[in-house]
């Protein structure tokens, strides 16, 4: 039984992954160019993608974009037209099929994967924790010392200070598994605090605000408004409230790139950026009357 089991452990850490493996230490050598700092500035050049299980279904065709660096650029469309998938490979979990993404200039390939990781912070949908301390969690990742006055100021931007140091041991609080012990906003402000601490020039949120109710949205948006400020942002959403603050909004569908540009710029050509908004605004207006109805304060005729 032990042996059959075994097996699959075995096949998996035999694998060779397509992605390079990042050097260990700083000592070690590294497969790509390490340039002396980051400005922040991203173009997609005619990227096509398949997924390796799935090569023949294409999931992003021909997406060209650009994206200015210190600049906040939304991501809209419905579900599967390859949102996420742009920020996957903007990380470099996967190498495109065809076209290019370039940082600076630098096609991606040609970069040491620790280093331009280390220039990303990423926060996405549900924060991934581990059963340790706040402090831990926070510090997962990060290189280097970090003291207690900067751990608290990334906190502080995130948001998350305040409720930290009311719980009984403040950062050094087990969250429990998956961050069992903290609430969604909770564990979604711990998770922005983590990216904020290697001071990324290149941030990307996935989705960050869609899981939580009205008050932990209200909270972390307001750490995001903090995050985004001197930095690329890419941010995956859905909310108009936090589509119209982007500087550059990026209507996807059918894995292309429909149009681009200003929420009333679009609001005034793009269909489909139309009827995204108009189906959330018809969606908000359903759930806003159906809760005063339960609340007494309109009547059936009302609604």
């Not at 050598?29 to 700092?37: N, R």
């Not at 012990?181 to 989705?207: F, W, Y």
């Not at 932990?216 to 119209?244: F, P, W």
């Amino acid at each position: 039984e032990g042996l059959g089991a075994s097996g699959r452990v075995f096949y998996l850490m035999d694998r060779v992954p397509q992605m390079p493996k990042p050097p260990s230490s700083k000592e070690e050598a590294c497969d790509g160019m390490k340039p002396e700092s980051m400005t922040g500035t991203v173009e997609l050049r005619n990227v096509s993608f398949s997924y390796p299980t799935r090569p023949a279904q294409r999931v992003l065709q021909n997406v060209s974009l650009t994206i200015p660096a210190n600049t906040t650029t939304a991501l809209v469309g419905c579900s599967g037209s390859g949102k996420s998938t742009i920020v996957a490979l903007l990380q470099r979990f996967y190498d495109v099929s065809e076209g290019q993404i370039t940082v600076d200039g630098h096609d991606l390939t040609t970069l040491d994967l620790r280093w331009l990781r280390n220039h990303i912070g990423y926060v996405q949908q549900e924060p991934n924790l581990f059963g340790l301390t706040i402090r831990e969690n926070m510090l997962y990742g990060v290189e280097g010392d970090v003291s207690q006055e900067e751990l608290e100021a990334a906190a502080r931007d995130a948001n998350a200070h305040d409720f930290i140091v009311q719980m009984p041991d403040g950062y050094n609080t087990l969250v429990g598994e998956r961050g069992v012990k903290l609430s969604g906003g909770q564990k979604q402000r711990v998770a922005i605090a983590r990216a904020l601490l290697t001071n990324p020039r290149i941030l990307l949120l996935d989705e960050a605000t869609s899981a939580l109710d009205s008050e932990s949205e209200h909270l972390v948006q307001q750490a995001i408004d903090k995050a985004v400020v001197g930095r690329t942002v890419v941010i995956v959403a859905h909310r108009l409230s936090t589509i119209r603050q982007a500087d550059q909004i990026v209507v996807m569908d059918n894995h292309k790139v429909v149009d681009a540009g200003h929420h009333e710029k679009l609001l005034g050509k793009c269909s489909k950026y139309r009827d995204l908004i108009k189906r959330q605004s018809v969606m908000v207006r359903d759930v806003s009357l159906a809760g005063m109805k339960n609340f007494g304060i309109i009547d059936e005729e009302a609604i």
